[in-house]
């Protein structure tokens, strides 16, 4: 199987950083991004906004994931991208 | 959900310790204060949470009201461990410092969970509609019957529903006789009638017959997941009043920095170190920027969400704003106010014959016929359960009318087959249905008229109160149509239209749109295909009947789902109510902070209580914006009253 995995930072220009904007942030984004197809791992750090996440790349590829997250208003980055299996 | 269980069991173990630490100065055991110091320094480390968030987000650049918590906890700890070397009254002062800091890691961490909750709540309506979608379909592969996940499932396949069961896909019907409960798309209570040719969506209920239904759109294609993606991106696009908070928290830092350090200056040198750093370590606890920031946010998923139960999408919080000052609503009259399909609206006889006799004869001619019209006799035909024999031969003359045989039997249908056999009583009786703006259909029989069948174009059942519920609000209602004048004056009087414009071209109806929106926030209501400029020259474009419409949903700024034309009237009362709650929101955080500012540099609260106020401001906020999520449409007697 390949499964990838790929760390993200994601950031919005409105960032105020209070603890309940934090976490509304990134339960809308975990959630958001758990439920594409393909995606198997889901973190996403609070503070930084940074994403982990694990996907299997005979279902679902990289632009696909951060488009996602561009449509949902966040501008991306991509940190680090490394086959785990 | 794991996750909060973890947040409650970390709140509970806090509490317990600090509780501990705070109880155990009472009883008379060796070492009381040292056991008591290390209680509460566990507790006050369970709070682990509060500190990290503090320090990482100041590492960020980001100022939280965990950050002014950590330093204010970090004050007091050490002050609690250093100061009663240097104090007169001893160790007993120690304690107290520290079961102070303890309480108030607590209250401070029972906030932020309970604040994580409330705000996951929000996403309630969501979670609701990606429960609607099935995991698991039957499907015929190879002959055979199978089970698999949605996520194998392939376009073109037959997969097989049974009574009861929820539709995994969007696709069409192909054998099989139904009835779908589409609620959970289209909002309507009263379940579809489903058979071969018709289109099924993912998520909805199949009620009582089998369905074997080919598969035309898959799982992340389908209407609903469509509509949980919208939704999602519309609950993160911010409303323009968020600006108005985001200036106030800029400056929440300097002055919070000014703030603390006069405080302490000020009581330092009027009342002593111990009192200084009382107040200040209480005056970083009492603020409360959260407030200010999540009051608009919060409200905005609210709302969507909310609307999103009552099938309506509206597109973000700049749709929310522009919807609370509309003061024109424009509709399209076919397809949007009227059903868009002509019907048999009535029969008038001629003669010793009856209204079956006129409808079986011409369903006779129309039999074969592909007109609208003809469609709706046959169907006027099916309802009153008549079974219509073929026509001998027929001959359809476009734009005229039929001519057809029956047995021995001659028939012709359309006022220019008849010209010379229209008596003047029939003749009145035609313009007379004319002049409604709906069509007369006139009916012979071997060549004297036997009845007149009367076809229109009808009002949707709620449309009338759609209107009346917008004329509540103070709303002025236009309807601007292609259609033809008479048509057009007949429909707005039956639902009482404030003003109507027929015989419009697209681009007049835009002009229209421009017209009317000199000094008005206009709305404008149509089927979003169709109408798609003027849709796109109002203020606020609905689109209707969208489900079925991935171009509709796109490109409207709020997609009603169904046909329930009331739900304007719902968008729009929803926005007016969830932007009141935004600006009271964000005046009460700022006022709350200012009191309670004030309150603890004059020394008025001790740390435990601000943090207790602190939190009740900040959570009061969240719960007043979540519960936009709750709010329901009145029903009409009641905004009549």
Not at chain 1, 44 to 53: Q, R
Not at chain 2, 265 to 281: H, K, M, N, P
Not at chain 2, 368 to 374: A, G, K, M, T, V
């Given at each position: 199987?390949?499964?990838?995995?790929?760390?993200?930072?994601?950031?919005?220009?409105?960032?105020?950083?209070?603890?309940?904007?934090?976490?509304?942030?990134?339960?809308?984004?975990?959630?958001?991004?758990?439920?594409?197809?393909?995606?198997?791992?889901?973190?996403?750090?609070?503070?930084?906004?940074?994403?982990?996440?694990?996907?299997?790349?005979?279902?679902?590829?990289?632009?696909?994931?951060?488009?996602?997250?561009?449509?949902?208003?966040?501008?991306?980055?991509?940190?680090?991208?490394?086959?785990?299996? | 959900?794991?996750?909060?269980?973890?947040?409650?069991?970390?709140?509970?173990?806090?509490?317990?310790?600090?509780?501990?630490?705070?109880?155990?100065?009472?009883?008379?055991?060796?070492?009381?204060?040292?056991?008591?110091?290390?209680?509460?320094?566990?507790?006050?480390?369970?709070?682990?949470?509060?500190?990290?968030?503090?320090?990482?987000?100041?590492?960020?650049?980001?100022?939280?009201?965990?950050?002014?918590?950590?330093?204010?906890?970090?004050?007091?700890?050490?002050?609690?461990?250093?100061?009663?070397?240097?104090?007169?009254?001893?160790?007993?002062?120690?304690?107290?410092?520290?079961?102070?800091?303890?309480?108030?890691?607590?209250?401070?961490?029972?906030?932020?969970?309970?604040?994580?909750?409330?705000?996951?709540?929000?996403?309630?309506?969501?979670?609701?509609?990606?429960?609607?979608?099935?995991?698991?379909?039957?499907?015929?592969?190879?002959?055979?019957?199978?089970?698999?996940?949605?996520?194998?499932?392939?376009?073109?396949?037959?997969?097989?529903?049974?009574?009861?069961?929820?539709?995994?896909?969007?696709?069409?019907?192909?054998?099989?006789?139904?009835?779908?409960?589409?609620?959970?798309?289209?909002?309507?209570?009263?379940?579809?009638?489903?058979?071969?040719?018709?289109?099924?969506?993912?998520?909805?209920?199949?009620?009582?017959?089998?369905?074997?239904?080919?598969?035309?759109?898959?799982?992340?294609?389908?209407?609903?997941?469509?509509?949980?993606?919208?939704v999602e991106e519309a609950q993160e696009k911010k409303a323009p009043i968020q600006n108005v908070a985001d200036r106030f928290t800029t400056y929440f830092l300097p002055i919070m920095a000014v703030l603390a350090s006069s405080v302490f200056a000020f009581s330092y040198f009027a009342l002593g170190f111990e009192v200084a750093l009382a107040r200040t370590v209480t005056v970083l606890l009492v603020a409360c920027p959260c407030a200010l920031s999540i009051a608009v946010p919060v409200a905005v998923a609210g709302t969507i969400g909310n609307a999103s139960m009552n099938s309506i999408i509206i597109k973000g919080g700049t749709h929310i704003e522009k919807l609370k000052d509309v003061k024109v609503v424009a509709f399209d009259k076919t397809g949007t106010l009227t059903v868009g399909e002509p019907k048999v609206v009535e029969i008038k006889t001629v003669g010793n014959y009856s209204e079956a006799d006129t409808i079986k004869y011409a369903a006779i001619a129309e039999k074969f016929s592909e007109h609208p019209l003809s469609k709706a006799i046959i169907a006027k035909a099916a309802e009153m359960s008549m079974k219509i024999p073929d026509p001998t031969d027929f001959k359809t003359i476009p734009g005229r009318g039929v001519d057809a045989n029956y047995?021995?039997?001659?028939?012709?249908?359309?006022?220019?087959?008849?010209?010379?056999?229209?008596?003047?009583?029939?003749?009145?009786?035609?313009?007379?249905?004319?002049?409604?703006?709906?069509?007369?259909?006139?009916?012979?029989?071997?060549?004297?008229?036997?009845?007149?069948?009367?076809?229109?174009?009808?009002?949707?059942?709620?449309?009338?109160?759609?209107?009346?519920?917008?004329?509540?609000?103070?709303?002025?209602?236009?309807?601007?149509?292609?259609?033809?004048?008479?048509?057009?004056?007949?429909?707005?009087?039956?639902?009482?239209?404030?003003?109507?414009?027929?015989?419009?071209?697209?681009?007049?109806?835009?002009?229209?749109?421009?017209?009317?929106?000199?000094?008005?926030?206009?709305?404008?209501?149509?089927?979003?295909?169709?109408?798609?400029?003027?849709?796109?020259?109002?203020?606020?474009?609905?689109?209707?009947?969208?489900?079925?419409?991935?171009?509709?949903?796109?490109?409207?700024?709020?997609?009603?789902?169904?046909?329930?034309?009331?739900?304007?009237?719902?968008?729009?009362?929803?926005?007016?109510?969830?932007?009141?709650?935004?600006?009271?929101?964000?005046?009460?955080?700022?006022?709350?902070?200012?009191?309670?500012?004030?309150?603890?540099?004059?020394?008025?609260?001790?740390?435990?209580?601000?943090?207790?106020?602190?939190?009740?401001?900040?959570?009061?906020?969240?719960?007043?914006?979540?519960?936009?999520?709750?709010?329901?449409?009145?029903?009409?007697?009641?905004?009549?009253?």
């Amino acid at each position: 199987m390949n499964i990838e995995k790929v760390i993200l930072s994601t950031s919005k220009t409105d960032s105020t950083g209070c603890s309940a904007c934090a976490y509304f942030k990134a339960d809308n984004l975990q959630h958001a991004l758990a439920r594409l197809k393909g995606v198997s791992k889901v973190k996403v750090d609070k503070i930084t906004g940074n994403v982990i996440i694990e996907y299997g790349k005979q279902k679902i590829n990289l632009s696909k994931i951060t488009e996602r997250i561009e449509k949902l208003g966040y501008q991306v980055e991509i940190l680090s991208r490394d086959e785990i299996q | 959900m794991r996750e909060h269980v973890k947040g409650v069991i970390l709140v509970a173990l806090l509490g317990l310790f600090a509780l501990a630490g705070v109880l155990i100065s009472g009883v008379q055991v060796a070492y009381v204060h040292e056991i008591g110091i290390v209680l509460s320094l566990i507790a006050v480390a369970l709070g682990y949470r509060i500190y990290l968030h503090g320090i990482r987000s100041l590492w960020y650049g980001n100022v939280t009201a965990q950050l002014f918590a950590t330093i204010a906890i970090f004050i007091s700890v050490v002050a609690g461990l250093v100061l009663p070397s240097a104090s007169a009254t001893g160790t007993a002062d120690a304690v107290g410092y520290l079961t102070a800091s303890a309480i108030v890691a607590f209250i401070i961490l029972a906030g932020m969970t309970l604040e994580d909750y409330i705000i996951h709540r929000t996403r309630g309506a969501l979670e609701k509609l990606i429960n609607m979608s099935p995991t698991a379909a039957r499907i015929r592969r190879d002959g055979a019957e199978v089970e698999v996940p949605v996520d194998d499932i392939k376009l073109g396949e037959i997969v097989l529903v049974k009574p009861g069961d929820k539709i995994p896909v969007d696709g069409t019907v192909i054998s099989g006789y139904s009835t779908v409960n589409q609620a959970t798309i289209t909002g309507e209570s009263i379940p579809v009638e489903k058979t071969v040719g018709d289109r099924t969506f993912a998520g909805t209920l199949n009620e009582h017959g089998a369905l074997e239904i080919k598969v035309e759109k898959i799982v992340d294609d389908t209407t609903l997941a469509h509509i949980i993606r919208l939704v999602e991106e519309a609950q993160e696009k911010k409303a323009p009043i968020q600006n108005v908070a985001d200036r106030f928290t800029t400056y929440f830092l300097p002055i919070m920095a000014v703030l603390a350090s006069s405080v302490f200056a000020f009581s330092y040198f009027a009342l002593g170190f111990e009192v200084a750093l009382a107040r200040t370590v209480t005056v970083l606890l009492v603020a409360c920027p959260c407030a200010l920031s999540i009051a608009v946010p919060v409200a905005v998923a609210g709302t969507i969400g909310n609307a999103s139960m009552n099938s309506i999408i509206i597109k973000g919080g700049t749709h929310i704003e522009k919807l609370k000052d509309v003061k024109v609503v424009a509709f399209d009259k076919t397809g949007t106010l009227t059903v868009g399909e002509p019907k048999v609206v009535e029969i008038k006889t001629v003669g010793n014959y009856s209204e079956a006799d006129t409808i079986k004869y011409a369903a006779i001619a129309e039999k074969f016929s592909e007109h609208p019209l003809s469609k709706a006799i046959i169907a006027k035909a099916a309802e009153m359960s008549m079974k219509i024999p073929d026509p001998t031969d027929f001959k359809t003359i476009p734009g005229r009318g039929v001519d057809a045989n029956y047995g021995n039997q001659h028939i012709l249908i359309g006022r220019k087959m008849m010209e010379t056999e229209i008596s003047e009583e029939v003749n009145q009786l035609m313009s007379m249905v004319e002049s409604e703006g709906k069509t007369a259909i006139p009916v012979a029989l071997d060549k004297s008229v036997i009845g007149v069948i009367v076809v229109a174009d009808t009002v949707r059942e709620n449309s009338l109160e759609a209107i009346q519920r917008l004329k509540r609000l103070g709303i002025k209602t236009v309807m601007i149509t292609g259609d033809n004048m008479r048509t057009a004056k007949y429909i707005a009087e039956q639902i009482g239209i404030d003003e109507y414009h027929a015989e419009l071209l697209p681009e007049q109806k835009v002009a229209v749109i421009i017209e009317l929106k000199k000094g008005n926030v206009v709305a404008m209501v149509g089927d979003g295909v169709n109408d798609a400029p003027a849709l796109a020259n109002s203020d606020v474009g609905f689109a209707m009947g969208a489900a079925g419409s991935d171009v509709a949903v796109e490109t409207a700024d709020v997609a009603l789902l169904g046909d329930d034309l009331t739900k304007v009237e719902y968008a729009i009362s929803l926005s007016r109510k969830a932007f009141n709650r935004m600006k009271g929101n964000i005046v009460y955080a700022f006022i709350w902070n200012i009191v309670a500012l004030s309150l603890a540099a004059f020394g008025i609260l001790n740390p435990v209580l601000a943090v207790v106020l602190a939190e009740a401001g900040c959570i009061s906020v969240v719960i007043n914006s979540a519960l936009l999520l709750r709010s329901k449409p009145k029903p009409l007697a009641k905004i009549m009253g």
